[in-house]
């Protein structure tokens, strides 16, 4: 028993590797905190700038020490095995890792509601996307090579690659050159609620961060409206919707 143990050598392979996985659970715990950390001493731009050196750096020190002791190989900073995989495989290991973020971020907020309530689990959830969003737009515009004033089509691009576009169906609705609508087609989340013969949650104040905040880290011109999200009424075809446009170039 883990309990009885004096050292981590005292340990039964069980126990050992529950230790293991707490022992990566505390790497991402401590990478966060020096994300935030930096964020709040020096400034969200000097944060992602740092990331940007540290990233590839920690993950290649990471794998390829890994690699040494369980034995795979590591190209171009990734684990061989993934690039051998097929197309169709890595892109269900896409979505299901989506879903695996989506029920975290579910778990979270559950957490807070059932010991402190909805209202303090919807101000933390808002928080949170007010600081994801920008930094998903960052991650995305990177991956990317989008520049730093991609524009509308830009911000269509980001869209397709984010998290939720691997889990929920999306589509875009143009008005002409400055201005598209995204939809929000099919929700998990809202689909999960209807099936259970719930109503919407009730997701417009993170909707609101949520988009307004990723769109203008993709680009800081382009505007956010809503046009509807619940509790607001909708059609049965969507569940939110977006009116972005290019502001005049200052």
């Known amino acids: 028993m883990a309990a009885d143990a004096k050292r981590v050598e005292d340990l039964e392979s ?23 950390e930096v964020r709040h001493q020096m400034g969200a731009p000097k944060a992602l700038e740092t990331l940007d ?17 369980l034995g795979f190989e590591v190209r171009d900073n990734l684990p061989a095995a993934w690039l051998d995989r097929s197309r169709e495989d890595l892109l269900a290991l896409m979505k299901a890792v989506a879903a695996n973020w989506l029920a975290n971020d579910g778990i979270w907020f559950q957490a807070v509601e059932f010991t402190e309530g909805m209202n303090d689990a919807k101000r933390c959830n808002d928080s949170c996307w007010a600081h994801f969003s920008p930094f998903e737009a960052w991650s995305i515009r990177n991956f990317l090579n989008l520049g730093t004033r991609p524009g509308l089509e830009g911000l269509k691009k980001a869209l397709n690659f984010r998290l939720y576009a691997r889990i929920n169906r999306q589509s875009f609705h143009d008005e002409g050159d400055d201005s598209f609508v995204f939809q929000m087609n099919a929700c998990r989340v809202q689909e999960a609620r209807k ?30 409206q809503r046009i509807a999200c619940p509790p607001d009424e909708h059609p049965p075809e969507w569940y939110c919707a977006w009116r972005f446009s290019l502001a005049a170039s200052s």
């Open 14 to 36: 069980a126990d050992l590797a529950r230790l293991l996985m707490d022992m990566l659970h505390r790497i991402v715990i401590h990478h966060g905190l020096w994300f935030a």
């Open 53 to 69: 050196t540290v990233l590839p750096k920690s993950l290649g020190v990471q794998l390829n020490r890994l690699s040494r002791i």
């Open 195 to 224: 099936r259970k013969g719930l109503a919407d949650y009730p997701c417009q104040s993170a909707g609101t961060v949520e988009y307004t905040y990723f769109a203008r880290a993709i680009d800081e011109r382009i505007r956010t």
